[in-house]
């Protein structure tokens, strides 16, 4: 198994975390397929969209793979006039991660992390490992509290 940057930082918070390899398809890296892979419930299984806000600059969004976000609602938690996604040419080189491989944790820089109330209400997320094929899955709780994420309701 891969040691990726995401692993490493969580071994050195002694966060317990399990690792999920999968093949993935460059044609589609939805989250949507990430669940059939891992064969998981969607509410379980949460993206991590980078933006830019109108007054903070760069962040971070954590939603269900099914659930679309709400801009509005985001800008607001975030306090900024608004929101709009990063470009994904500038993804890489602002985080570390490719698209379908972004993870909360490792990121280049520690940004403000938001994330939907629902994270709260599960036991356990898979998030992205750092790379495209790999996710992990640990403590909803301690995702929280390693990426200081305010909650919200950020859900269309």
């Not at 299984?45 to 793979?65: A, F, H, M, N, R």
Request: net charge positive; glycine share 8%.
């Amino acid at each position: 198994m891969l040691k990726t940057n995401v692993c490493r930082l969580l071994d050195q918070a002694k966060i317990p975390y399990s690792c999920y390899q999968y093949e993935y398809d460059e044609n589609d890296l939805s989250g949507i397929s990430v669940v059939n892979k891992l064969n998981q419930d969607p509410k379980y299984v949460y993206k991590t969209i980078v933006l830019i806000g109108d007054k903070t600059s760069y962040l971070v969004c954590l939603l269900p793979v099914d659930k679309e976000i709400d801009l509005k609602k985001l800008a607001k938690l975030s306090l900024n006039k608004k929101v709009e996604p990063l470009h994904l040419a500038k993804l890489e080189g602002l985080t570390g991660y490719l698209r379908g491989g972004c993870s909360p944790i490792g990121m280049k820089k520690k940004f403000p992390t938001f994330a939907n109330t629902s994270l709260k209400d599960i036991e356990k997320v898979y998030v992205s490992g750092g790379l495209r094929g790999l996710q992990i899955s640990l403590s909803s709780q301690d995702l929280i509290d390693y990426c200081h994420i305010k909650l919200g309701d950020v859900i269309k």
